[in-house]
């Protein structure tokens, strides 16, 4: 039987663009778009800041003096956050009706930066039965050990829990750990989804 249903938070919860951010940067620093990107993802400084290996002080700091760019920390972090950029009001109310019945839990490839600008402020998040995040645990999606830290949180077996990724590798890595998966594409497909599992909503 179903008992919690675990979502992940960027496109299935707030819709998520890294080009927000990236394309004011352009305009701060007068640099290339392609320079910048590389700068940050290539060169797996971001996905260090995601599994906690740098901390988002650091982050800030290597990027403004690599850019060469004058904006203090908080601005920085408020422009870095603006990719999380509009609700999801779909899923939202989808959670609502689902905790009434179910646990519901969080699980998401996130930094600290995300997390306190967006994320915690969310009216969703005092909803969260468990929350597993990335620069939390050391561990990213598709890791086993970011599942079974969920798991863990809801003391559950994964048979009894539903994951939702709009990324399908993250979903059928739930799924070969025994979660029932479900790739997000849009709210229609996974109400159908839900509905062959039988979650009540």
């Excluded at 992940?8 to 290339?32: A, P, Q």
């Excluded at 590389?38 to 906690?52: A, K, P, Q, V």
């Excluded at 699980?107 to 929350?131: A, G, H, Q, R």
Aim: one cysteine or more; a positive charge.
């Amino acid at each position: 039987m179903i008992k919690a249903v675990i979502f992940d938070y960027g496109n299935v919860i707030h819709k998520w663009d890294n080009d927000i951010f990236l394309r004011e940067l352009v305009k701060l620093s007068g640099k290339d778009y392609d320079y910048i990107y590389d700068l940050i993802f290539n060169t797996g400084m971001h996905s260090r800041l995601e599994i906690g290996k740098i901390s988002p002080s650091s982050f800030f700091e290597k990027i403004i003096k690599d850019l060469g760019i004058d904006i203090n920390k908080n601005n920085f972090f408020d422009l870095f956050s603006r990719k999380l950029f509009q609700e999801i009001k779909t899923t939202f109310s989808l959670i609502k009706k689902l905790k009434k019945n179910y646990k519901v839990a969080l699980l998401s490839n996130t930094n600290k930066i995300d997390f306190d600008y967006v994320m915690k402020k969310s009216e969703l998040f005092p909803l969260f039965d468990s929350v597993t995040l990335s620069f939390e645990v050391g561990y990213k999606k598709p890791e086993k050990q970011i599942y079974l830290d969920a798991l863990k949180k809801l003391n559950l077996k994964p048979d009894e829990c539903v994951y939702i990724d709009d990324i399908k590798e993250y979903s059928d890595a739930a799924s070969r750990l025994g979660l029932h998966g479900i790739h997000y594409t849009s709210h229609e497909k996974l109400v159908k989804e839900l509905k062959k599992l039988k979650i009540k909503f």
